[in-house]
């Protein structure tokens, strides 16, 4: 007999996927053990698993999953083939109807106004504090994408609107705001995308000393002075997303934590591989599947990391990684951790601030 973990790790499906189709009675396991509830599996229940796992990766709906393993279990081949044949038109014609709508929404691209890119008519100059400022970076500079099919958000949005300057950074998966007041510019809003060797170049020049740095956006250059010192460079020829649509998020129940705790919980607490992203919801910009802290709110007010057996209906599970990313840049011993509706974004907040925050992407558990 294979345990639940062995066929998990052989098999190519997750631990979650495996109780998720045992228990809608696609694969089940040959044995539960009636005290622990664990799963055991028959060897030549290994080969099901692998050919469940490569229909699952290819999409392909439960209905259909059913009828491929049953016709495989009884070597009916020409059902197998015909259920895979009409599985792989349908995704044909869905490949052929996104390419037809991304077309079009690319000719609707190209044929709008692109004002946030456009050459600022005349220099906008203002001052930050030069620790506000380092603090705001600190609390964004990790939510920076990396992947180059996506430049866009490879840097940190500088946003300079009604005294004040907000600076926000995305790889999809999460999104970290933090704002600073400005002086010196009262004008209309200006935005900027300083891609992220600048935005470390402009960090290195600040200091937790009391003082005053100078921004400078002269068309498409930023620069930022502090002291005798200077960072400058061409800002990104994109527009940054409007971060301020994907902020508003579903009320949810806050729950104070302490950081240095509520770390260790996560970093010696149980934890989830997903199973691939596309599959999950997805938050690996690798591809891999991720390590993932699940948590909830305890009947006391409290956030707990669950183990895989856990089935709460509330629960969030999120990259472990960048939760304690997350937690780091809040650079707080106290944070308020924020849960919303199921399939909302985890928000990590400050107490001494309602402008400032990060929200990380939630998975989707099958189970």
Known sequence: MRSIGEMARDSGLGVSALRFYDRAGVLVPAWVDPVSG???YRPEQMAEARLLAGLRRTGMPLADVRLVLAGWSGADTELVRGLLTAHLRRLERGLSDARSE???IRALLDHRE????SPVASPVRLTVSTPALAAALDAVRFAAGTDPELPVLGGVLFDVEGGGLRVVASDRYRMAVARTDADGYDGPRVQAVVPSPLVDAMRALLNDEQGAARLTV???RIALEAGDRQAAG???DHDFPDYRRLVHLPAGRRVLVDV???RRAVESGPVVMSGPPEQTGGCAQDGASRVLSVLKVTADSAVAVCDEDDDSRDRVAVDR????????AGA???LILEFGAPRAPLAVRRTDSGTDFSMLMPVHLEN
């Open 38 to 40: 664990y799963r055991w």
């Open 102 to 104: 991304f077309s079009a």
């Open 114 to 117: 692109r004002p946030m890119t």
């Open 218 to 220: 002269d068309g498409d």
């Open 234 to 236: 061409r800002r990104l």
């Open 260 to 262: 240095p705790a509520f």
């Open 321 to 328: 990684e960048y939760l304690l990313h997350a937690l780091d």
């Open 332 to 334: 707080r011993d106290e």
